[in-house]
């Protein structure tokens, strides 16, 4: 598809759903790959997929906690030299309405997918600067575009990396950084396979192309982002949602 070669990424959330097909795709473009998720046993089953011998490194911890966060970096720099391309996936729903919201659900899905993708991005910009090349792609959402009831904590947080790395886009254009998020519509993954089957017909519903999006339709979009054939695309958010929201 795109060749990655040479190039080293690293992918947060990287045991979920839609983790595990960027993994797999970026590696299957040849890109050198660091693999973080909280648990370290599915990263090492993930690792064993991908091939022994292979160049990929896995690291278990919390992104929200900044300590673990450093290390990461600095675990990602001493196994390849620097990170070329970050992608922020990693993310978490705590629903409900916005009356009975807790601080503690609206902080714990703020952290988690918001500060922790500015705070990684924050880590790695140093050396992309220097090298003059990076690529930031996050993970955002259709309903950080549209909005969703009973998600005001997860749409807020999405809706924030959108602007976040529209701001970040303007401020490193001129080095060869690009930021860029994409946006999902309703994808059949861990996060999503919970669901009653009244919402999930409701959702099939909406959608014109009548089928969720799979994991692969992520990859695929974060393959090309991840490309130099996307050089002169930043700032922007590349809706995937089988036609669920035109804009
Ligand atoms: N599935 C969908 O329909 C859908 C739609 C729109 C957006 N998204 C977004 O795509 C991304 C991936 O979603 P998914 O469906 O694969 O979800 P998932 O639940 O399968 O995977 C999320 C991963 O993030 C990891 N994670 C959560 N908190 C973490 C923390 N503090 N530190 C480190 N890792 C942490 C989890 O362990 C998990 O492996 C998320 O950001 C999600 O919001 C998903």
Redesign the pocket.
């Known amino acids: 598809m795109f060749d990655l070669k040479g190039k080293t990424a690293l992918v947060?959330?990287a045991?979920?759903?839609?983790?595990r097909a960027i993994a797999k795709t970026l590696h299957a473009q040849g890109a050198n790959l660091i693999l973080?998720?909280?648990s370290i046993e599915p990263l090492k089953v993930l690792m064993d997929e991908l091939g022994a011998g292979e160049p990929v490194a896995v690291f278990a911890?919390?992104?929200?906690e900044e300590k673990e966060l450093k290390a990461l970096v600095k675990f990602g720099e001493q196994h390849f030299g620097n990170i070329d391309i970050l992608i922020n996936?990693?993310?978490?729903t705590k629903d409900t309405l916005s009356m009975r919201m807790t601080d503690e659900m609206w902080d714990a899905v703020l952290k988690?997918?918001l500060t922790?993708g500015f705070r990684l991005t924050r880590e790695v910009l140093p050396q992309m600067m220097k090298k003059r090349w990076g690529r930031i792609i996050s993970?955002?959402?259709?309903v950080g575009v549209i909005g969703n009831v009973g998600q005001a904590n997860y749409a807020a947080s999405?809706a924030g990396l959108i602007a976040m790395s529209k701001s970040i886009a303007g401020e490193v254009a001129g080095r060869g950084i690009t930021a860029n998020c994409i946006a999902?519509?309703?994808?059949a993954?861990?996060?999503?396979e919970n669901l009653s089957d009244n919402v999930k017909q409701a959702m099939l519903d909406r959608i014109p192309m009548k089928r969720m999006g799979t994991?692969q339709d992520i990859a695929n979009v974060v393959a090309f982002l991840a490309s130099e054939e996307s050089a002169y695309i930043t700032g922007q958010t590349i809706n995937v949602n089988g036609g669920m929201l035109m804009l």
Not at 89 to 92: F, M, R, T
Not at 189 to 192: A, I, R, S, V
């Open positions: 947060t959330g045991t979920g759903g839609i983790g973080t998720d909280i911890g919390n992104i929200t996936n990693a993310g978490i988690v997918n922790a993970m955002a959402s259709i999405k999902p519509g309703f994808i993954t861990p996060m999503t994991p």
